[in-house]
Each structure stands twice: as structure tokens, then as C-alpha cells.
């Protein structure tokens, strides 16, 4: 069983940048999609990036897409999400989990191990 670690949130102004990390220490999910959600207090959990297996597709969501970028560095099992222009509407608790399939998916069904979560907070 692949168990994902997330770092990288904090507390950060607004228009600043915060680099999330996903790793899988001593396993790889080279083979798999990645997918970052985040989940608001009140609100329901949301994909807002994604990266295939071979890292050659994406996903953005419409609200981060020019400010947020996703990468994977399979030799390190890790994934990323850089973060940009920060707003305080980002203020979420972020999750990174594993799909069960190498392509992108939307569905949160899709996806079967999850980190932890980790609070990014964005202030004005």
C-alpha cells in the first residue's frame, strides 16, 4: 500500500507562492495518475490539478489554471503543485491522492490512497 506524505503549506500573503510536495517514500507510483484536491471549511473536496502516469497530460482547474502548476519527479516518487498569485480563496487544507488508473481522472472514486492533507492559508 502506497502511503503519500504532502509538505510544503503554510501560511503565506496574498500574490506569494508556496511549492507543495507529495511524496511516496519507499514506494512509486510511477504508473499511476496523481491528483491534488482541496477542501475549504463548508465546502466539498475539489480536484484542482492532476498529471498522468508519464507526466505528458494535465489538468487544471478553471480557478487556478496561469497560477498553479503540477510536475512529477518519478525518480524522487514525488508530485508537485506550484503555486502562484496566491489568493485568499486558496485557503484550503490540500490533499494529494493516487488514481487507480495512469490516465487523468476527475472522480474522487478514482483515486485510492490519500495523504494527510496539508493547511495552506492565504492571507490579505
Known amino acids: 500500500q502506497v502511503q503519500l506524505i504532502e509538505s510544503g503549506g503554510g501560511l503565506v500573503q496574498a500574490g506569494g507562492s508556496l511549492r507543495l510536495s507529495c511524496a511516496a517514500p519507499?514506494?512509486?507510483?510511477?504508473?499511476?495518475?496523481v491528483g491534488w484536491f482541496r477542501q475549504a471549511p463548508g465546502t466539498e473536496r475539489e480536484l484542482v490539478a492532476a498529471?498522468?502516469?508519464?507526466?505528458?497530460?494535465?489538468y487544471l482547474e478553471d480557478s487556478v489554471k496561469g497560477r498553479f502548476t503540477i510536475s512529477r519527479d518519478d525518480a524522487k516518487n514525488t508530485v508537485y503543485l506550484q503555486m502562484n498569485s496566491l489568493k485568499p480563496e486558496d485557503t484550503a487544507v490540500y490533499y494529494c491522492?493516487?488514481?487507480?488508473?495512469?490516465?487523468?481522472?476527475?472522480?474522487?472514486?478514482?483515486?485510492?490512497?490519500w495523504g494527510q492533507g496539508t493547511q495552506v492559508t492565504v492571507s490579505t
Open positions: 491522492a493516487k488514481s487507480r488508473v495512469g490516465y487523468i481522472t476527475r472522480r474522487s472514486g478514482e483515486y485510492d490512497t
Open positions: 519507499g514506494r512509486t507510483f510511477s504508473s499511476y495518475a
Open positions: 498529471i498522468s502516469w508519464s507526466g505528458g497530460s494535465t
